[in-house]
């Protein structure tokens, strides 16, 4: 059985630095393309970051930008989320995807949601 299991999440206050771990089951994750993607309340889901295959490329989007890193320990089958200077606007569950065939990162930005494995979550919540 496929498997994302995210964690790491919690409550930080602003300025603050969390690590978003997701460990993956049930396949080798590291044949594939990963990202993050994030929910705030009451909006849509907004992609944040994205890593090919090897870890040799990344992508990320302007609210992660200087302040968010995703890397990947393939022998350890797991993606990572640095993710520095917090802002309570970063308040969201974060979502760990995996292309189910491709191995760049646009696999992951361009496919529909429905073709990627989801983990459940974690709640990041950053205090003013």
């Known amino acids: 059985q496929v498997r994302l299991v995210e964690s790491g999440g919690g409550l930080v206050q602003a300025g603050d630095s969390l690590q978003l771990s997701c460990a993956a089951s049930g396949f080798t994750l590291s044949h594939y393309a990963a990202g993050w993607v994030r929910q705030a309340p009451g909006k849509d889901r907004e992609f944040v970051a994205a890593?090919?295959?090897?870890?040799?490329?990344?992508y990320d989007t302007d609210s992660a930008k200087g302040r968010f890193t995703i890397s990947r320990d393939n022998a350890k089958n797991t993606v990572y989320l640095q993710m520095n200077s917090l802002k309570p606007e970063d308040t969201a569950v974060y979502y760990c995807?995996?292309?189910?065939?491709?191995?760049?990162?646009?696999?992951?930005?361009?496919?529909?949601?429905?073709?990627?494995?989801w983990g459940q979550g974690t709640q990041v919540t950053v205090s003013s």
């Open positions: 890593i090919n295959w090897s870890g040799h490329s990344t």
């Open positions: 995807a995996a292309s189910r065939d491709g191995q760049t990162f646009g696999s992951i930005v361009r496919a529909p949601p429905a073709n990627l494995n």
